[in-house]
C-alpha cells in the first residue's frame, strides 16, 4: 500500500461516519443541543466539515469550498471563510442551523471528494514538506493530514454520541 492508498483509506471511512451521524434526524433534532446545553449534532458535522475544508484550501492555494458555493447560506451563516466554529460560544453554535442532514451530508461530500483528489497526487516525499511554521516544531504536511483526521474522526463520534442522546431521550 502507498502513501496515496493508505490515506485515502484512512479519510475514506469519513463519509460513512458522517451519514451515519445525521441519517434520519430532522432539522430541530440537528440543532437541539444535549441537556440544553453543548455542541449539536448539526453543529459537530459542520464544524468537522470546516475545518477540513479550510485545511485543504490552505494546502492546495484553493477557495474553499464553503466560499466557492452556496453552502453558508444552506446553514443559516453568512460565507466568512474564517468561521469554522473553533472558539463558538454556545450562542453560535446554536447560530448554526442546518436546513436538513441531506446539505450536511453534501457538503461533506463536495469536500470529501476534493480531499481525495488532493491525496491522489501526493507522494511519500510529500509529507515531509513544512506547511505551517508558526508552531515549534513547525508542521509537515504528513503531520497536518493526521491533524485533520484525527479531528474529524473524534467530532464524527462526538456527533454520534448526542444522536445517541437525542434519540434516546426520555425513553
Given at each position: 500500500m502507498n502513501v496515496n492508498e493508505l490515506l485515502a483509506e484512512a479519510f475514506g471511512r469519513l463519509p460513512e461516519l458522517v451519514r451515519a451521524?445525521?441519517?434520519?434526524?430532522?432539522?430541530?433534532?440537528?440543532?437541539?443541543?444535549?441537556a440544553g446545553e453543548g455542541n449539536t449534532v448539526g453543529w459537530l458535522v459542520w464544524h468537522l466539515t470546516r475545518i477540513q475544508d479550510g485545511h485543504l484550501a490552505e494546502l492546495t492555494g484553493d477557495e474553499q469550498v464553503y466560499t466557492a458555493g452556496d453552502w453558508a447560506h444552506r446553514f443559516g451563516l453568512k460565507p466568512d471563510p474564517d468561521?469554522?466554529?473553533?472558539?463558538?460560544?454556545?450562542?453560535?453554535?446554536?447560530a448554526v442551523r442546518p436546513e436538513s442532514a441531506g446539505v450536511l451530508v453534501d457538503y461533506?461530500?463536495?469536500?470529501?471528494?476534493r480531499t481525495l483528489g488532493y491525496l491522489a497526487g501526493l507522494s511519500a516525499g510529500d509529507l515531509d514538506r513544512v506547511v505551517d511554521r508558526s508552531w515549534d516544531p513547525p508542521v509537515t504536511l504528513g503531520v497536518r493530514l493526521v491533524s485533520v483526521l484525527d479531528d474529524d474522526t473524534q467530532h464524527a463520534g462526538q456527533a454520534a454520541y448526542v444522536r445517541g442522546l437525542l434519540l434516546t431521550d426520555g425513553d
Open positions: 451521524a445525521v441519517e434520519g434526524l430532522n432539522a430541530e433534532q440537528l440543532r437541539t443541543p444535549p468561521d469554522n466554529g473553533y472558539g463558538h460560544t454556545s450562542e453560535q453554535v446554536r461533506y461530500q463536495a469536500v470529501h471528494e
